[in-house]
């Protein structure tokens, strides 16, 4: 019963740092960059991958719970990519494109 209390003690606070610990284990310029293009967005996730020479990271920004935003940032904090994730609208009618 004491290693559930201790556990539950000592986790408790790690559930909180989700979302800031993905953006806080980047490099300092990917995370500068990020934070200027994800405006209202929380980083959901990231990984990284090689390109060349450069690590590449990829960042999932969400707003309101839904994805939004993928960034591709070099490890010296240049912009590569920037896709929006929502589904675009065709014509005025509002379907979406297929």
């Given at each position: ?35 200027a ?31 939004t ?10 912009l ?19």
């Amino acid at each position: 019963m004491r290693w559930i209390a201790f556990l539950f003690l000592v986790a408790a606070p790690l559930f909180g740092f989700g979302q800031d610990a993905v953006l806080h284990s980047l490099p300092q310029a990917v995370q500068e960059t990020v934070d200027a293009e994800k405006g209202d967005g929380v980083v959901k996730s990231s990984e990284s991958y090689s390109w060349g020479d450069i690590t590449i990271y990829r960042i999932e920004i969400d707003v309101d719970n839904v994805p939004t935003l993928e960034l591709h940032v070099a490890e010296n904090g240049k912009l590569v990519r920037s896709d929006r994730l929502q589904p675009e609208k065709d014509g005025e009618d509002g379907a979406e494109a297929n």
